[in-house]
T-cell receptor, first 116, second 117 residues
Framework: AQKVTQAQTEISVVEKEDVTLDCVYE???????LFWYKQPPSGELVFLIR??????QNEISGRYSWNFQKSTSSFNFTITASQVVDSAVYFC?????????????FGSGTRLQVQP | ETGVTQTPRHLVMGMTNKKSLKCEQH?????MYWYKQSAKKPLELMFV???????ENNSVPSRFSPECPNSSHLFLHLHTLQPEDSALYLC????????????????FGPGTRLTVL
């Protein structure tokens, strides 16, 4: 069975600090996708990134970067120079392609509070 | 309207009421999803529709009844709910949900906050 673990339930940082959100996943599939979503107080989940299991290159997008390590089944998310607008709940998610199931398995989320 | 919209945004209902949640996507997608987000629990998939056909029911109680009249609209009909059904119900859409195809990210609506008294 698939499982996504986000061990950090809540993180609080001061503006301009760097912060890393951890994500560890379990799957028996060889082909899968990993995602990060942001859920601001408004409730809507905002897509941030998708990573294919065959692509282990790290990715940077502005202040966001992602570190995918297949050897440790981790897909960590770092925000550099955090801002108050980054305050939200962040979800890591996994989908498998081998079984054909299209739904996402979500972690329990990490609530990030960025203090001014 | 753009993206995925959901109405109502908030709903309070008694256990004997019948109500419906509506989701509409304006993205030209073919797959739609219902998720349930309870306090302190991960998002749980409820149903998947692909090209108007239900392709997944994640052991959801029959008091939740989905309906997908076309690829743009998805409903969740509610009846005789329990207080533990209180949660945020999120709708999502993606290009398609075909096995073996390349995966497309899901776009979410803002959710309906449901409270069952």
């Amino acid at each position: 069975a698939q499982k996504v673990t986000q061990a950090q339930t809540e993180i609080s940082v001061v503006e301009k600090e760097d912060v890393t959100l951890d994500c560890v996943y379990e799957t028996r599939d060889t082909t899968y996708y990993l995602f990060w979503y942001k859920q601001p107080p408004s409730g809507e989940l905002v897509f941030l990134i998708r990573r294919n299991s065959f692509d282990e290159q790290n990715e940077i997008s502005g202040r966001y970067s992602w570190n995918f390590q297949k050897s440790t089944s981790s897909f960590n998310f770092t925000i550099t120079a955090s801002q108050v607008v980054d305050s939200a709940v962040y979800f890591c998610a996994l989908s498998d392609l081998d079984t054909g199931r299209r739904a996402l398995t979500f972690g329990s989320g990490t609530r990030l509070q960025v203090q001014p | 309207e753009t993206g995925v919209t959901q109405t109502p945004r908030h709903l309070v209902m008694g256990m004997t009421n019948k109500k419906s949640l509506k989701c509409e996507q304006h993205l030209g997608h073919n797959a739609m999803y219902w998720y349930k987000q309870s306090a302190k629990k991960p998002l749980e998939l409820m149903f998947v529709y692909n090209f108007k056909e239900q392709t997944e029911n994640n052991s959801v109680p029959s008091r939740f009844s989905p309906e997908c009249p076309n690829s743009s609209h998805l409903f969740l009909h509610l009846h005789t709910l329990q207080p533990e059904d209180s949660a945020l119900y999120l709708c999502a859409s993606s290009q398609d949900a075909l096995p073996g195809g390349s995966y497309n990210e899901q776009f979410f609506g803002p959710g309906t906050r449901l409270t069952v008294l």
